[in-house]
């Protein structure tokens, strides 16, 4: 229970890695407050587990995101740690059939979401005395992945603001760090790469083992890995950990 009393905003929490994010929190003894776009799947977070709360929220609307600090101001009665984990894929297709529909809601979602967020929670973590924020980037920010152009640059710009952030807010003693997941073997991240061998053109399975070629430790991620390490970076334990990229990614070398 070393996150006893915490109180949690994390983004994007009701599906993918996120809901594991949301369980892990909790149960390490956080409160916690998740949004996410889908009704159906805060509530199926919400639910079963009174330590944890939800709005409904598109991160890429700037309305929504003061209306979801709202809620968790209501429900936590202040902040102490704000995980921007929110994210979409975006389109996988070469840089000059990316549509501009699909790269302003990219970067919206992934980008100016983040920055939305750490707008409103900046006052909250001051009025603490310190906190964390932790910004989910990806290996494919170091890897400069071909065909996702909006979402590399996406997350190229987080390990931005995460620096600047960290520098700015380090003599208010708010920890500003970016977790760089890897291929995370669940049901969106093998999507994702199964929609890219169709758009190339080849086998997934082949494709897949050249992808782990790739990785150093040959291996795909599991969600509870992230939480566990981000569990670690909210803790006490790292209370001098700031202006960090930390992957959890098997050490990712290249993709393709």
Not at 198 to 224: C, H, N, W
């Amino acid at each position: 229970m070393e996150l006893q009393g915490k109180r949690v905003v994390i983004t994007g929490a009701a599906g993918g890695a996120g809901v594991v994010l949301s369980q892990k929190f909790s149960s390490a003894g956080a409160r916690v407050h998740i949004c996410d776009i889908n009704s159906a799947a805060v509530a199926s977070v919400v639910s079963p587990d009174a330590g944890i709360s939800g709005s409904i929220c598109d991160c890429g609307n700037v309305d929504d995101v003061a209306r979801l600090f709202d809620d968790a101001l209501a429900r936590l009665g202040g902040l102490d740690v704000l995980i921007n984990n929110v994210g979409i894929a975006g389109p996988t297709a070469l840089a000059e059939d990316v549509t501009t529909q699909d790269w302003d809601r990219t970067i919206a979602v992934n980008l100016s979401g983040f920055f939305y967020c750490v707008r409103l929670a900046i006052p909250l973590l001051k009025q603490a005395g310190g906190g964390t924020i932790l910004n989910v980037s990806s290996t494919s920010a170091r890897t400069a992945l071909p065909m996702r152009l909006p979402y590399t640059v996406s997350k190229v710009g987080v390990l931005g603001m995460t620096e600047t952030l960290a520098r700015e807010l380090g003599p208010s003693n708010i920890r500003v760090n970016s977790i760089l997941p890897g291929w995370i073997d669940n049901e969106r991240g093998n999507a994702v790469f199964n929609r890219k061998a169709a758009a190339l053109g080849v086998d997934s399975q082949e494709l897949k083992a050249e992808g782990l070629s790739f990785i150093s430790m040959r291996t795909q991620i599991q969600p509870e890995e992230i939480a566990d390490m981000m569990i670690f970076l909210c803790s006490d334990r790292a209370r001098h950990v700031s202006g960090q990229h930390i992957g959890v990614c098997g050490n990712a070398e290249y993709e393709r």
